[in-house]
């Protein structure tokens, strides 16, 4: 197992190299990190200069290779607007969203698989038929409008029609001013951006597990397993779930993407100083370092958590392991 | 009162309600099997046999029509809710599946899928759960069983997975064993092995087994008795000496013909296969379902009504052949 993560470590390094490229040439042809002297006077020599003092007039795989060497170490540069160093602002950005991440993948992932099963084992009862219109609603419910929704009837409603002092659910960062550490506090602002952010992974990651589940249990093997005279609960659990998690990890993976993206909406409206805010912000000034970094880190999260599902994968389907 | 079978099946019929109609899988079948017996199940692919046995164990899909009676040591079987026929599957009633491969759980070592088997039905320390699988194992014919418990399916070949599906319905002796073809997906050596295996636990076991084929070959010198399938009907039942030896329907003979067999000149008469296509279980012909390929069937008498097993002269032989009488009428004398 531990050759298999290493294989898979080494061989995401060309992937990694070859992206860092591709995004640093992209953002080179759209971004002008000089663009704000053209209204200037002088404007022709003033570029000029600047184009030579940035380096913008080597040849774009000299630009990247240095930009590269030096982001490996831990130099991304400063940003155009605040002229803040870019690793600090994005490893404090990357603390925030880590958090949603991390608490949106794990209960995007429970809720899904525990509602794909449920939905598979009942199929067509009413619960299933009520859980699958449910899960229309949500593919088809944009985020933002649910998180307004959301606002709306979880914590300002609430508060108001109880008299509340403070809401139940926060909609503003991820603390309240003095506090820190997980608390009550940090889940009462947790619950609103994480379910917003949950929405449209449940909705259509359960459907996949139910759909999965619904071909595993129609497999040879589980009936090898009541032939067996297994009890039910062993059977579901333990020789139909194993074989049907396995699409829903690939699944996982295909989406890390998204999910990363997604963070843009959810960060904007809970104002949580996340990557996704920090993107945003920095594409509106076109702060050509903050965008590259924003852009690369995002590269490197997708890429481990391909890697994580791989290792999950390869944890339950010992057939993987063996290649 | 005399001894009851330990399987008595009456008029079993299954039938799957489909998108074109009602598809009869199976028509009324009725035989019984007594303790240590080898019955034979012989049939093309299509006549129901894998049906007939999966109703027997309660393990088709749901919407699958299931009338009729079956009954293990007198107690009925159909209609048995579902947890309390997980007791007796596995335990007192086992069943090997035709495919092997898709037979096993690709995610589970073999050893512990054996060991399932097992502790589905009794309390077994964990030290004597493994030496049980490892035992097991050895008994089937799989080398160096201790290292191969631990491995996946995926590291087995055809026929030692075959082995080790046999060894995880053997687990708790059962009183009767299923098996479904067990050698069909299997080269003409591995099958012998297989066949070997069944044989060696019928030894040392009691079980009395039901053994699927669609290839009479297979189940010659095993099987004490023969029954013979066709379209989910059955038309005949008899010794193995009686199928073998005195066939009473032209389905039988047929199949018997297709046979490679030493005692013919080769050459001479190139093996025969049944002409035509098996029916449509969607529409069968009225009378005998295996009149549109009966090469004695030019006879009114054919077409209905719908034959049944009819025992012919004193002994337990049974055919379903509307003019068996007719066609067999020499041979009969002979007898
Ligand atoms: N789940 C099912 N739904 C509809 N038809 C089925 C189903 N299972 C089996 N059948 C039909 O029942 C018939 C008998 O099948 P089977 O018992 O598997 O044949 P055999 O084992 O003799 O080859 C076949 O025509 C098959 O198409
Ligand atoms: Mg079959």
């Known amino acids: 197992m531990i050759k298999f993560i290493a294989r898979r470590v080494f061989f995401s390094i060309p992937v990694l190299v070859i992206s860092s490229f591709i995004v640093f040439w992209g953002i080179r042809e759209t971004f002008d990190p000089t663009a704000k002297y053209r209204t200037s006077k002088d404007a022709t020599r003033l570029i000029a200069e600047k184009r030579k003092e940035l ?189 049907a998690l396995l699409p829903l990890v690939s699944q996982t993976a295909v989406d890390a993407g998204a999910l990363f993206g997604g963070l843009i909406i959810t960060e904007s409206i809970f104002s ?45 389907d010992p057939r993987i392991r063996v290649q | 009162m005399a001894d009851e079978p330990l399987l008595e099946v009456t008029d079993l019929s299954v039938e799957f309600p489909t998108d074109d109609g009602v598809v009869h899988a199976v028509d009324r079948v009725s035989y019984s099997l007594a303790e240590g017996e080898t019955l034979g199940i012989v049939g093309e692919s299509g006549s129901g046999k894998s049906v007939t046995s999966l109703a027997i164990l309660g393990l088709l899909p749901k919407r699958a029509k299931v009338t009729g009676s079956v009954r293990f040591l007198g107690r009925e079987l159909i209609g048995m809710k579902d947890n309390e026929m997980r007791l007796l599957r596995g335990r007192n009633i086992a069943m090997v599946f035709q495919d092997a491969l898709t037979s096993l759980n690709p995610v589970i070592r073999v050893g512990d899928q054996i060991a399932e088997a097992i502790t589905a039905h009794r309390v077994i320390s964990k030290h004597d759960l493994s030496a049980r699988v490892i035992k097991l194992l050895e008994l089937v014919g799989i080398p160096n069983p201790a290292e191969r418990a631990n491995q996946y399916p995926h ?152 034959p049944e097993l009819v025992a012919i002269g004193r002994r337990a032989h049974l055919s379903a052949c509307l003019r068996v009488d007719e066609i067999y009428a020499e041979a009969q004398e002979s007898s």
Not at chain 1, 295 to 313: Q, S
Not at chain 2, 179 to 206: N, W, Y
Not at chain 2, 219 to 224: E, K, L, P, R, T
């Open chain 1, 55 to 243: 380096g913008l007039d080597r040849p774009i795989v000299v630009q990247w290779w240095t930009w590269a060497t030096r982001f490996v170490r831990g130099d991304w540069g400063v940003s155009a607007s605040t002229n803040g160093k870019v690793t600090a602002m994005t490893s404090r950005a990357l603390g925030f969203t880590v958090q949603l991440i991390f608490w949106g993948v794990l209960i995007s992932l429970v809720v899904a698989i525990a509602v794909g099963v449920y939905s598979a084992v009942r199929q067509y009862s009413v619960a299933d038929v009520a859980l699958t219109g449910l899960s229309y609603l949500g593919v088809a419910m944009p985020p933002f409008w649910f998180a307004l929704l959301a606002i709306q009837f979880l914590s300002v409603e609430p508060k108001l029609r109880w008299h509340l002092d403070r809401p139940i659910f926060y909609f503003v960062g991820l603390h309240s001013t003095g506090q820190s550490g997980f608390n009550m506090d940090y889940v009462r602002h947790l619950v609103l951006p994480v379910l917003t952010l949950t929405v449209q992974t449940v909705a259509v990651w359960s459907r996949f597990q139910r759909a999965a589940m619904l071909d595993v249990l129609s497999a040879d093997y589980i009936r090898t397993a009541r032939a067996k005279g297994l009890r039910r609960r062993q059977v579901i659990f333990k020789h139909a779930l194993r074989n």
């Open chain 1, 272 to 316: 949580i100083p996340g990557m996704g805010r920090l993107f945003i912000a920095a594409l509106l000034v076109g702060d050509v370092n903050v965008i590259l970094a924003w852009m690369l880190v995002g590269a490197v999260f997708v890429i481990l958590f391909n890697l994580l599902a791989d290792v999950v994968y390869g944890i339950l």
């Open chain 2, 155 to 306: 590291e087995y070949s055809g026929g030692m997975r075959q082995r080790a599906l046999i060894a995880m319905m053997i687990a708790n002796e059962p009183d009767v064993l299923i098996a479904d073809e067990p050698t069909t997906a299997l080269d003409v050596t591995i099958q012998a092995q297989v066949l070997e295996v069944l044989e060696r636990i019928k030894q040392r076991t009691s079980s009395a087994i039901v053994l699927i084929t669609h290839d009479l070959g297979v189940i010659a010198g095993v099987a004490d008795r023969v029954l013979v399938m066709y379209a989910g009907r059955q038309v005949e039942l008899g010794t193995a000496d009686d199928i073998f030896y005195r066939p009473r329907h032209p389905y039988t003979e047929g199949l018997l013909a297709s046979l490679p067999r030493l005692d013919r000149r080769s050459g001479s008469e190139r093996l025969h296969r049944i002409k035509g296509q098996p029916p449509s279980l969607l529409a069968l012909p009225p009378g005998c379902a295996f009149n549109p390929r009966c090469p004695h069937a030019k006879h009114k008498s054919c077409d209905g009504p719908r």
